[in-house]
């Protein structure tokens, strides 16, 4: 209702406070059942990413573009901005920030805020937006101008560093990102293996059969397996609760050993691992993401 009213209201459109006639008209609206489109690819390295980009289809920008209406088709129109004052209980604003940042927070398992907290952190924020953070958004989007047009050199970005109340400001050449190796293979931080979850037949991949799968796909011997601070698997683990392990689905160690069931909207963990090579030797590898739905 906050962001039906706050958008009524950049439009110059009378709202409603009229709680009961909303939720009347929200029992009545038909709404779609989500389906993910099918085909759709992530892109997990650059030459990915570019080859995506120059793959980009002209003629449905220009399809698209065609339909928005033009200025003679709107006369009068006109936006107005909404100066944000979250001391009136009247106009919406906080409603807004108060439900938006919950929903938020129950997507990422975050502790509500009430309404008296939310107002405390919006009275902090307003001065920041005002200063850093507007200097910070300006200099982070002229970055992405540089991501856009395909800049390709390191010495082509640059790192900011600012302290308004002095002021400074130093720009620097920013650091690529340490690379590492096992075998031939060269990876830096924003490298990851991927790993699906889900098998063939339907059924999950075990313990045992990731542990297999790296030997045999990359030739490396898990020795611990960790989700965060939760140790799901480790070569020095008993016996018998290493037995025991090895036949459970992936998912299911997670969740005993964090106590916690996973929520419907977890898509993928997040494991490291430590492994030996096939000498035997210690090596360092990416992180892996292990897909389960």
Same mark, same amino acid.
């Given at each position: 209702m906050a962001a039906a009213n706050l958008f009524a209201q950049t439009y110059g459109l009378m709202g409603s406070q009229d709680r009961a006639a909303v939720a009347i008209l929200l029992q009545s609206m038909d709404i779609p059942e989500f389906a993910p489109k099918s085909g759709v690819r992530i892109h997990i390295s650059d030459r990915e990413l570019q080859n995506a980009s120059a793959s980009v289809d002209d003629s449905r920008l220009q399809e698209l573009k065609a339909m928005l209406p033009s200025p003679e088709k709107l006369p009068g129109f006109k936006m107005y901005p909404i100066n944000f004052e979250k001391d009136d209980n009247t106009n919406f604003h906080m409603d807004f920030i108060v439900a938006a940042s919950n929903l938020r927070a129950e997507n990422y398992n975050i502790p509500p805020a009430d309404r008296h907290k939310s107002k405390l952190i919006a009275g902090k924020i307003i001065p920041a937006i005002a200063t850093t953070t507007a200097a910070i958004v300006g200099l982070v989007c002229l970055e992405l101008y540089k991501v856009v047009q395909g800049h390709r050199q390191l010495e082509s970005y640059k790192n900011s560093f600012m302290n308004l109340a002095l002021p400074f400001f130093s720009f620097s050449e920013p650091l690529a990102p340490p690379r590492h190796q096992y075998y031939n293979q060269e990876w830096?931080?924003?490298?990851?293996?991927?790993?699906?979850?889900?098998?063939?037949?339907?059924?999950?991949?075990?313990?045992?059969?990731?542990?297999?799968?790296?030997?045999?796909?990359?030739? @490396?011997?898990?020795?611990?397996?960790?989700?965060?601070?939760?140790?799901?698997?480790?070569?020095?683990?008993?016996?018998?609760?290493?037995?025991?392990?090895?036949?459970?689905?992936?998912?299911?160690?997670?969740?005993?050993?964090?106590?916690?069931?996973?929520?419907?909207?977890?898509?993928?963990?997040? @494991?490291?691992?430590?492994?030996?090579?096939?000498?035997?030797?210690?090596?360092?590898?990416?992180?892996v993401r292990y897909t389960i739905r």
């Open positions: 830096t931080l924003w490298d990851r293996f991927e790993v699906q979850g889900l098998q063939p037949n339907g059924e999950e991949m075990t313990l045992k059969q990731f542990l297999d799968y790296f030997k045999t796909e990359h030739k @490396l011997e898990i020795t611990m397996l960790s989700r965060g601070v939760s140790m799901l698997y480790s070569f020095f683990m008993p016996a018998t609760k290493l037995q025991e392990r090895l036949d459970q689905p992936m998912t299911e160690i997670v969740s005993h050993v964090s106590k916690r069931k996973l929520g419907h909207h977890v898509r993928a963990l997040v @494991l490291e691992l430590c492994c030996n090579d096939d000498t035997g030797e210690d090596v360092e590898v990416p992180y």
